[in-house]
């Protein structure tokens, strides 16, 4: 028996309800009604003879075959974009060389280089971890094309490029330490020049808060090694605190550091380096 064939814009209707979890919200992403994807959504479910919501008040979650379905979805809608992308882009060729501060590469790059190497195969992309300060450097230099920094380093201008990411800057330590505890406070933080460093240091200086540098490192990995054993406390971005590290808010005192950003900096223009600069601002979007 001929098995019945998915329609590619209904799987991009479910894929989208399932992520926004719920049907109003999905419609404004795939420019429909909400009664438009309720049909489409009705007209897969007896298509696969399975439910793949549970409609509550004010949301809908995905049953299990609705779970089940989900993988597969993101995949076709993955090959779909591949194959379309095969034919109607432009073939590009060169090398790109971009520069990122590795708590950006650990978080963003990934997915990144794995889309980019799918749609752009041809295209070879050589990425240098650092300090924004080294990479600006090395961009003035001619040795790389663009680079991720963290904006407000010492020596950078506020304005730098393109910001592409904004989010709070927090105070983090281990759940049930206490380092948060000591005095002076113990700092995990990394080398000169790092913005982190920088708003974190100010802001107790003006609290009045006495401090010792416990431990410094280069990479975020560093930091946050010292804070999983409890030896002290660091400034780090919010989305990267994960258990069982945790926030302390409102803790001995701590002030307030208000959030960083993230730019671009361009240094050389072209089809490849373009595509490139795209493909990691939507990866920015898509991580908020």
Known sequence: MDLPLLDIDVIR????????????RAAATVHRTPSALSMQIKRLEEMLDQPLFIREARQVRLTPQGEALLGYARRLLKLNEETVGHFLKPALTGQVRLGSPDDVGTRILPRVLARFARTHPAVQVDVLAGRSVDL??????????????????DGLEPTLGEVVHSEPLVWAGRDGGLAVQRQPLPLSLANQGCAWRRVALAALDHAGIDYRIAYSSEHCAGQEAAMLADLAVAPFPHSLVKPPLRRLDNEAGL?????YQIALVRGAAGPAHDALAEQVKAAFRDYR
């Open 13 to 24: 209707s479910f894929v989208a309800i399932a992520e926004s979890g719920g049907f109003s």
């Open 136 to 153: 600006v450097q090395r961009l003035n230099d001619g040795d790389l094309d663009m680079t991720l920094v963290t904006v407000g380093n």
């Open 255 to 259: 002030p307030e550091l208000g959030h």
